[in-house]
T-cell receptor, first 118, second 113 residues
């Protein structure tokens, strides 16, 4: 149980294009999902908290218009990197909280998406 | 903001050795989590700790929630090659409704041939 998937696993795009990354909770409903960014050999940096049916809450320093988040259903959140540039190249990881599984906010992570912007 | 200091940054050990790593903070955390991340993958939850003083095992892994609520350690006994990876401590500083996880910088475990 508590499986989170991401699609695509890898994406290469040209500078200036937009890329959409999907995060799905496969066997539970996730009212809250999280998007992280991870640079090589670094820790995970929280970008935003995605709440089903409402606007995402972005961390300080994260551009809302650059990283569009949509959480349209209880099992799907999407992150769109708009007008991508090489500095947006990174490993993007989502996580989801299963409120039915634990009262203590355990988060289950997806396998990540490697974005490379040429 | 709140930070977790995780040490050591990296470890080089022989197969079969025991491993110990820890996390400390200057502020209190109400939940401690330990994750393992393999290259190119997302973190996988190993152990979750909810109460000060709690000692929890998961196979060869043992973790403890410090009494002061400001630290936690993870031990791995009799290491095997598949233990190689990055181990992250993580904590939730807030109460029940606080979702945000704060991550340590990770401990890279290498096993020498």
């Amino acid at each position: 149980g508590a499986v989170v998937s991401q699609h695509p696993s890898r994406v290469i795009c040209k500078s200036g294009t937009s890329v959409k990354i999907e995060c799905r909770s496969l066997d539970f409903q996730a009212t809250t999902m999280f998007w992280y960014r991870q640079f090589p050999k670094k820790s995970l940096m929280l970008m935003a908290t995605s709440n089903e049916g409402s606007k995402a809450t972005y961390e300080q320093g994260v551009e809302k218009d650059k990283f569009l988040i949509n959480h349209a259903s209880l099992t799907l959140s999407t992150l769109t990197v708009t007008s991508a540039h090489p500095e947006d190249s990174s490993f993007y990881i989502c996580s989801a909280r299963d409120p039915s599984r634990s009262a203590y906010n355990e988060q289950f992570f997806g396998p990540g998406t490697r974005l490379t912007v040429l | 903001g709140q930070q977790l200091n995780q040490s050591p940054q990296s470890m080089f050990i022989q197969e079969g050795e025991d491993v110990s790593m820890n996390c400390t903070s200057s502020s209190i955390f109400n939940t401690w989590l330990w994750y393992k991340q393999d290259p190119g993958e997302g973190p996988v939850l190993l152990i979750a700790l909810y109460k000060a003083g709690e000692l929890t095992s998961n196979g060869r892994l043992t973790a403890q929630f410090g009494i002061t609520r400001k630290d936690s350690f993870l031990n791995i006994s009799a290491s095997i090659p598949s233990d190689v990876g990055i181990y992250f401590c993580a904590g939730l500083p807030g109460g029940y409704r606080d979702d945000k996880i704060i991550f340590g910088k990770g401990t890279r475990l290498h096993i020498l041939p």
